[in-house]
């Protein structure tokens, strides 16, 4: 009785797996298309109509070589500032921290800026990359792009 028991919980469990991988190799090919609540997820293209797409980049202070910190968040918050402004009008910066594990499996903790971009082009968050990847000597950032709908709040009208 036991047996079939633990049988019939492993061909439960084998079958979420598959399922699970089957939507998520739909969703990177590009195939899954859904309707209802949770479509907006799943759309491809241009923003529509009062839409932007937010880009979020995750930039870590740890130099790629030593593993290490070698500017103060200070200073690298200063680059990363005069870096993002030569190519977009504004931002907001946040601090945070964050923890990865490399090539060798060595789990690595490090200090983190975030910075969050409206009203741009994929093209501007690339060439910022480009730069703060040789400016800071990192290996990668982590680029979020999410489609939000935004506007700036003037107050109310009388």
Not at 129 to 148: G, T
Request: proline share 2%.
């Amino acid at each position: 009785m036991r047996k079939h028991f633990y049988t019939i919980i492993l061909v439960i469990v084998i079958c979420l797996t598959i399922s699970g991988c089957a939507a998520q190799t739909a969703l990177q090919a590009g195939e899954l298309r859904t309707d209802g609540p949770q479509a907006d997820e799943f759309r491809t293209g241009e923003p529509q109509a009062g839409e932007e797409v937010k880009y979020t980049l995750y930039i870590g202070l740890n130099d790629k070589d030593t593993y290490t910190q070698l500017l103060s968040t200070e200073e690298a918050e200063k680059i990363v500032t005069d870096i993002a402004l030569k190519y977009v009008d504004g931002f907001t910066k946040l601090s945070g921290k964050g923890a990865y594990k490399d090539e060798q499996g060595v789990v690595t903790y490090e200090n983190s800026l975030i910075f969050e971009f409206y009203f741009c082009s994929e093209e501007q968050i690339t060439v910022i990359m480009d730069e703060v990847l040789q400016a800071l000597n990192q290996n990668s950032i982590l680029v979020e792009k999410q489609r939000v709908e935004c506007e700036f709040y003037e107050g109310a009208t009388p």
